[in-house]
Nanobody, 113 residues
Framework: VQLQASGGGLVQAGGSLRLSCAAS????????LGWYRQAPGTQRELVAV?????STNYPDSAKGRFTISRDRKTVYLQMNDLRPEDTGVYYC??????????WGQGTQVTVSS
């Protein structure tokens, strides 16, 4: 499975972006899908995860603003009310049970104040 992330860009504070991560070569089966972000000089942090059954989880910083969703071949991250601290490179991942994780190449999100 190869993952291709897209949808990043430059947006003003308070704006919205929708990230997409498409699977090529296969479809998403059982396993979690999620998004991490990494700002310069910081560790990668989880911003959203969705299970095969559709259960979602967000850190407090993303609750009420970010929404993750999935279909057979794509995972999405709808980001509303963006803040400058949301700036970073966003990576999607797929974690099938009993197998190695798959990661997308990252898409840059920049939020200006």
């Amino acid at each position: 499975v190869q993952l291709q992330a897209s949808g990043g860009g430059l947006v003003q504070a308070g704006g919205s972006l929708r990230l997409s991560c498409a699977a090529s070569g296969s479809v998403f089966g059982i396993g979690n899908l999620g998004w991490y972000r990494q700002a310069p000089g910081t560790q990668r942090e989880l911003v959203a995860v969705i299970s095969y059954g559709g259960s979602t989880n967000y850190p407090d910083s993303a609750k009420g603003r970010f929404t993750i969703s999935r279909d057979r071949k794509t995972v999405y991250l709808q980001m509303n009310d963006l803040r400058p601290e949301d700036t970073g490179v966003y990576y999607c991942y797929y974690n099938p049970p009993g197998r190695s994780e798959y990661w997308g190449q990252g898409t840059q999100v920049t939020v200006s104040s």
